[in-house]
């Protein structure tokens, strides 16, 4: 009788991925019936993997019947439940011990026999589905890779992609008595007529021999040939559509930089686009100047020119514009908010009426708030507003007058806020140009916006004076950053510390915005010193970090807390709090040799010091490349002229 016992486990007091309010036994047994077979798959998926992380108890007590499952062809989904196996040995392949069910190393050993068999099943997507499964088994790799190569070559063109690439996966654990042999079948695979098989082939070599240069001839043969439909497949993209892009995204190095150099001049449009996105995905973890210049070379030839134009305009500075043309002619079309944006970037003043007209209407195309996405790689997001304007200061003259209608109280309030925001950016180098608002912006004390407004008017200083009332009126009647951006802005315009020392003192502490407002008082705030020096050895990166930064306005100290996150990045452990960092370090009198032995050892690597995702990576890498490349320049030190990108 099938699922014999199912009944007999406690369910109940097993721990689940989500939350475990579900029917097991109801579950496992719906997938014998064709109508409730996938659905009741999807539940079983949810309940034992969610988002994986962890391996739940509940997940070695329901495998043999997973497993008894997938071998029944009385049961209509048998792919996805070995994708439901698949995802929970691959989990408890990478997580720590602590995060895996006590009982799932012998439940997996009880299991493994099941799966082998279903490599030989009569199903091609069965066989596809248990390669994956077995491709994460930490028992005996090379039982594995030897049941793989006795049966090549398989009918099914799935399968046979599959087992090159799951013994590419498998290569760096097997022993020494069956990795030379299937190292010597994967070259032969490579150097064999069939281009499909030969492409991934290399592929699998790549992935075994990690470091190793990569053989771009078979990959581009194979993409160049067209794509070979893969409908059981579970390493491989399904769709032919995806074949080229998720190839280029598996390579890396300079290998898989030659592919996509290559594909960036093919004359198929869907390589070449596929190749774009590929280039993105690389930029974003690697410096590699070779693409910016192919990509400048292919956007005239592709249908939808936005997603390379959003790489090179990630990479644009003031000091360093060599797309501002190639922008500018994208100003009109499809592409035309990238166009603004790098032209913006590229501090081209062609970039000033588009930035006009924009500002004049409350849908801009730009978002409002900056997204602080993970290393995942590329996607060609346009920057926030704030984003896009920062860089914008020297056309504050022109801009600002455009600005000043919106910061009345009955505007747009998300808009309102990001323009605040960028007038406060803008003031610290543009304090004249911002200053003509000092009306409005004293006007919005008396608004919900009155912190946002009181950080503008204290960048802008004493060319605030106007403000003063409204700002002694308000000292210590709000609460959190409200409070403390008010008494740092009185300070800032009138000079005197003693109303900021009597509000930011007590909240010392609570949260690292303090720290970074106290620290502008100078040697004012010499009385709280040893609480900065307590804060700066914090576990939290951004309250050490404006500890510190505070402690080296007030005493000099604090220099090596600001320059262990620049370290860290030799690591490779960049943090949001890097660039600031750097920018901080910009105000250090002399760093010792070791500190600028470090500062030059981060110019000098290529990986992008950024731990954000999307063109946000390329573009924050650069700007910490060109603050620590300046703080060199301060040095005397040998720097160059401007940061490779």
């Known amino acids: ?123 091609p997507a069965v066989r596809a589905a248990a390669i994956r499964t077995l491709g994460d088994d930490g028992d005996d790799p090379d039982e594995v890779a030897r049941a793989l190569l006795a049966g090549w070559p398989d009918p099914d063109v799935s399968v046979r992609t599959d087992t090159l690439l799951a013994l590419g996966h498998l290569a760096g654990r097997l022993s020494a008595a069956v990795l030379p042999e299937t190292l010597v079948f994967l070259r032969e695979q490579a150097d064999g007529a069939d281009v499909h098989h030969a492409m991934y082939a290399a592929l699998a070599l790549a992935k075994a021999l990690p470091g190793r240069p990569i ?63 590929a280039a993105g995905d690389t930029l974003t973890r690697r410096r590699v100047p070779g693409l910016l210049t ?25 000091e360093d514009a060599p797309d501002a043309d190639l922008m500018a002619a994208h100003l009109e079309g499809p592409a035309a908010y990238v166009a603004v944006w ?30 602080r996405g993970g290393r995942v790689g590329f996607w060609p997001r346009e920057p926030s507003l704030g984003e896009l304007l920062r860089p914008c200061a020297p056309w504050a003259g022109s801009l600002v007058p455009v600005i000043a209608p919106h910061l009345s109280a009955g505007s747009a309030g998300a808009f309102r806020r990001a323009l605040l925001e960028i007038l406060a950016t803008w003031a610290e ?36 004076a106007e403000a003063v009332p409204p700002l002694e009126r308000l000292l210590g009647a709000d609460e959190g950053q409200v409070a403390v951006e008010i008494a740092w802005a009185h300070f800032r315009v009138t000079g005197d510390p003693g109303p900021a020392l009597r509000v930011l003192g007590p909240r010392l502490g609570d949260n690292h915005h303090v720290a970074r407002r106290l620290g502008d008082l100078g040697p004012h705030a010499a009385a709280h010193v040893p609480t900065l020096r307590l804060l700066a ?13 505070a402690l080296l306005k007030i005493t000099g100290e604090g220099v090596h807390v600001l320059m262990r996150p620049v370290s860290d990045l030799l690591e490779g452990r960049p943090s949001a709090v890097a660039p600031a ?4 370090l910009t105000g250090v009198g002399e760093l010792s040799r070791g500190h600028l032995a470090i500062i030059r050892a981060v110019l000098a690597d290529d990986r992008r ?35 490779a990108l």
Request: net charge negative; with cysteine; proline share 8%.
């Open 342 to 371: 790098g032209l913006a970037w590229s501090g081209d003043d062609r970039a000033v009426p588009p930035l006009a007209r924009l500002l004049t209407g409350r849908k801009t195309g730009f978002p409002f708030h900056t997204v």
């Open 581 to 584: 960092a750097a920018r901080a």
């Open 1 to 123: 009788m099938i699922f014999d016992g199912l009944d007999d486990i406690p369910w109940g007091e097993l721990t689940y991925a989500y939350n475990g309010d579900c029917d097991v036994p109801a579950l496992v047994r719906s997938l014998l019936v064709e109508e409730e077979a996938f659905a009741a798959a999807d539940e079983l998926l949810n309940e034992l993997f969610h988002q994986g992380g962890f391996v739940c108890t509940a997940a070695p007590a329901i495998l043999p019947f997973l497993v008894e499952a997938a071998g029944s062809p009385r049961v209509p989904c048998r792919p996805a439940v070995l994708e439901i196996i698949a995802l929970l040995a691959a989990t408890a392949a990478e997580v720590a011990p602590r995060w895996l069910a006590p009982e799932w190393p012998r439940a997996w050993t009880r299991a493994r026999p099941g799966l082998l068999a279903l490599l030989a099943d009569e199903n």
């Open 215 to 277: 053989r771009p001839a078979p990959i581009l043969a194979g993409l160049t040939a067209g794509p070979v439909a893969l409908p059981h497949s579970a390493f491989a993209a399904n769709d032919p559509a995806d074949v080229a892009r998720t190839v280029l995204l598996g390579l890396d190095g300079p290998g898989g930089d030659a592919v996509r150099l290559a594909l960036l001049a093919s004359p198929d449009q869907r390589l070449r686009a596929a190749a774009v996105s």
């Open 537 to 549: 050895g914090s576990g939290d990166d951004w309250t050490a970090h404006e500890a510190a930064h």
């Open 429 to 464: 180098t543009r304090t004249a140009d911002v200053a003509r608002v000092v009306p409005e912006l004293t006007a919005l004390l008396d608004h919900d916006d009155r912190g946002l407004a009181a950080r503008a008017l204290g960048e802008i200083g004493p060319g605030a």
């Open 609 to 643: 010091h950024s731990d954000r995702g999307g063109v946000a990576a390329i573009s924050e890498d650069l700007e910490l490349r060109a603050l620590l490349a300046e703080r060199l320049r301060q040095e005397g030190g040998t720097s160059p002229a401007r940061p």
């Open 294 to 318: 192919a990509l400048r070379g292919c956007v005239g030839g592709l249908d939808d020119p936005a997603r390379a134009l959003a790489i090179l305009a990630a990479h644009a500075r003031r």
